[in-house]
């Protein structure tokens, strides 16, 4: 990846103090020709950003030239004037104010935050948020001490107004800032674009492991890729990237839902996207989307109240399936033997949500998972029952989940149907990667729930199809940014 630093003036920034190309805002307008074919990350650390000035038009002309930069022509108008940007203020000056204790119980009267990274881990709140909002290289924040801490002002900091220990700090939150990792030095292939891919390394289950994200770093190298993982934290400088991969459990009451709105906003592909988090989230949703489309579900009802139990178990028969709305991995899905038990499984789910579903139970051996990316199928995976269990993954077993094993197929080998209705459902949801469960029953086919956010791990989900998948999920991103380019 291409780092390239813009100063105002030639000695504002030594060469020796970054590994990365440092030209001035003059040289950067003159030739609209450098880096041509490149997509460079673009720091501007011009002394004015006044309208019209250099800086303006240095933040104002990089995002037509393709490149990535920060901070952008709308943070400049931002913080052009306090009017523009005091709907911030409510949510930092109460950030701020959670900071009071650990900063030593009174505010200085400004202070300096880098790449979202203050003097401190003291300000770690604050300065994060801060750089959320205004994703500016270096900002100064002027507050007015009190019983209740408030901003009075927040302007850009130019290197020359920098005192020596700010300026060391500066150089060391852009290390930090712009530190790579995952970076294959195999990789014969410049990168054109840079991926960013949502983990969380204490996820008990997640949807890909930290192995299986190498192993596609190193294909995505070969693809002219770069593959980095992301956490929580790194919300500020997600900006900095050109398409996101979240590989943590989403919901859209989590931070990875804020993720993939951020990446929508910022007009990079993401999966999964918000509106198929939206639609994949909610089985009540899922059930009457497929049963609208056609597409085959189990014999289902909705419960909304303990008058619905005795028609559900009239109607599908004991034993019979009861799940919450939102779940994830077979959480929030339970097997109900006899009406005493239905009752009270549903009352106990009903205090915290007004609908649940009941379903017929099918027994199976096995569940199939269509992997499906922009309407075609991807993978083709059987997920074997856990031991002594109807599902896949026994959650109540002591210690961690106790998943079953799998068989994995290519796609010509699996029966035509499967694909079909697999390939039908995920349509219903969008044109990202989805991962259909279904049940091959003697009654027929019947699609259990389209998961935005399937597993994909390499030995399992792969095995089929081998390295196709991904190759096609690293050329689904490509195609998107390649056509934002032409545009």
């Not at 991962?435 to 956010?453: A, H, M, R, S, W």
Request: charged share 25%.
């Amino acid at each position: 990846m291409t780092w390239v630093i813009l100063t105002g003036r030639p000695g504002d920034l030594d060469q020796v103090a970054t590994p990365h190309k440092i030209i001035t805002t003059r040289d950067y307008l003159a030739h609209p020709s450098l880096f041509r074919g490149q997509r460079p990350k673009v720091i501007n650390l011009s002394n004015s950003y006044a309208y019209q000035s250099r800086g303006y038009y240095a933040s104002l002309l990089a995002s037509s030239r393709g490149h990535k930069i920060i901070p952008s022509v709308e943070t400049l108008i931002d913080l052009s004037a306090r009017k523009l940007y005091e709907n911030s203020l409510p949510e930092l000056e109460q950030a701020l104010n959670r900071c009071r204790r650990d900063v030593g119980g009174t505010f200085p009267s400004s202070v300096s935050i880098f790449f979202g990274i203050g003097p401190s881990r003291a300000w770690d709140r604050f300065a994060r948020l801060l750089f959320d909002w205004f994703r500016a290289p270096a900002l100064e924040v002027a507050i007015e001490d009190g019983e209740w801490a408030t901003i009075r002002k927040i302007s850009f900091l130019p290197l020359a107004r920098m005192k020596a220990d700010e300026k060391a700090r500066f150089l060391a939150n852009l290390e930090t800032y712009t530190s790579r990792q995952w970076r294959d030095t195999r990789t014969r292939t410049p990168a054109r674009y840079s991926f960013a891919t949502l983990i969380d390394p204490q996820e008990a289950l997640p949807p890909s492991s930290v192995n299986s994200l190498k192993y596609w770093s190193r294909i995505a190298g070969k693809m002219g890729v770069e593959v980095e993982p992301i956490t929580r934290k790194d919300l500020p400088r997600l900006a900095n990237y050109d398409a996101l991969f979240i590989r943590e459990t989403t919901s859209i009451s989590s931070h990875t839902y804020r993720f993939a709105r951020r990446a929508q906003q910022e007009g990079m592909p993401v999966i999964d996207d918000p509106m198929s988090m939206i639609r994949c989230t909610n089985k009540v949703y899922l059930n009457e989307l497929m049963i609208t489309h056609r597409v085959p579900v189990p014999p289902t009802m909705m419960i909304s109240g303990p008058a619905d139990l005795q028609a559900a178990a009239d109607t599908l028969g004991f034993p019979i399936v009861l799940k919450i709305p939102d779940g994830a991995f077979s959480r929030g899905v339970k097997k109900a033997a006899n009406m005493e038990e239905l009752k009270r499984l549903a009352t106990t789910w009903l205090e915290d949500s007004d609908l649940l579903i009941a379903q017929k139970f099918l027994p199976t051996e096995f569940d199939w998972r269509i992997g499906v990316l922009g309407g075609e199928p991807l993978f083709s995976v059987q997920y074997l029952m856990a031991k002594k269990h109807w599902q896949i993954v026994n959650h109540e077993r002591r210690g961690k989940p106790d998943e079953g094993g799998f068989r994995s197929f290519t796609i010509k080998e699996t029966p035509p149907e499967v694909i079909d209705i697999a390939v039908r459902a995920a349509r219903c949801i969008g044109n990202g990667l989805y991962g259909v469960d279904l049940k091959e029953t003697t009654e027929g086919v019947y699609v259990i729930e389209v998961n935005d956010n399937p597993n994909l791990d390499h030995g399992c989900e792969d095995a089929g199809e081998k390295d196709a998948v991904w190759v096609k999920l690293t050329q689904w991103f490509i195609d998107r940014l390649d056509r934002q380019g032409r545009q």
